[in-house]
T-cell receptor, first 115, second 113 residues
Framework: GAGVSQSPSNKVTEKGKDVELRCDPI?????LYWYRQSLGQGLEFLIY????????KSGLPSDRFSAERTGGSVSTLTIQRTQQEDSAVYLC?????????????FGPGTRLTVL | AQTVTQSQPEMSVQEAETVTLSCTYD???????LFWYKQPPSRQMILVIR??????QNATENRFSVNFQKAAKSFSLKISDSQLGDAAMYFC??????????FGDGTTLTVKP
């Protein structure tokens, strides 16, 4: 079966440009998570969705970052006016629901490079 | 709030030997789950093993087992009979009732033939 997919796999952009990163979760998974992973580092929580609502946006680093989810499926993470420190791998994960016991299934990530 | 600490940035093990990866955590939650995830080089993160905090019995999945010490807030991962395919970055994570997960910084495991 299809897993979590993310696009693009790589994105190179110039400082100051806006970027959109897309995540397609596993069909039927109601919970969706976004993380940021800097080179060789752990995962930094950004935001998660239960259905289309985002009960916890506490991890978004600044107001340049926003995310939405439509139809309880696809999610888009938007970074406005990108900065060099935004360079990282952005990982998306989904789970059946947001309960504590649920395994998260991760996508392959989008590697963002801001020049 | 949750914090997860992995104090070993890198570990190495000889093929067929046993290795233990350390993890300590702190949480204000009364119930939570703990996870170990594996991230092979250039591949997606996958679940290795999970443990419910209310269960005293340590979880086991084939060659992978945990040593869960709730009072000490310790959750180590033991890999027995290490194989070359076990080489990866391993992340410890804590998940609270709301489903929010906090990950450690990871331990890179090298397996020597």
């Amino acid at each position: 079966g299809a897993g979590v997919s993310q696009s693009p796999s790589n994105k190179v952009t110039e400082k100051g440009k806006d970027v959109e990163l897309r995540c397609d979760p596993i069909s039927g998974h109601t919970a969706l998570y976004w993380y940021r992973q800097s080179l060789g580092q752990g995962l930094e929580f950004l935001i998660y969705f239960q259905g289309n609502s985002a009960p916890d946006k506490s991890g978004l680093p600044s107001d340049r970052f926003s995310a939405e989810r439509t139809g309880g499926s696809v999610s888009t993470l938007t970074i406005q006016r990108t900065q060099q420190e935004d360079s990282a791998v952005y990982l998306c994960a989904s789970s059946q629901n947001r309960g504590r016991a649920n395994e998260q299934f991760f996508g392959p990530g989008t590697r963002l490079t801001v020049l | 709030a949750q914090t997860v600490t992995q104090s070993q940035p890198e570990m190495s093990v000889q093929e067929a030997e046993t290795v233990t990866l350390s993890c300590t955590y702190d949480t204000s939650e009364s119930d939570y789950y703990l996870f170990w995830y594996k991230q092979p080089p250039s591949r997606q993160m996958i679940l290795v093993i999970r443990q419910e905090a209310y269960k005293q019995q340590n979880a086991t999945e084939n060659r992978f087992s945990v040593n869960f010490q709730k009072a000490a807030k310790s959750f180590s991962l033991k890999i027995s009979d290490s194989q070359l395919g076990d080489a990866a970055m391993y992340f410890c994570a804590s998940t609270n009732n709301a489903g929010k997960s906090t990950f450690g910084d990871g331990t890179t495991l090298t397996v020597k033939p």
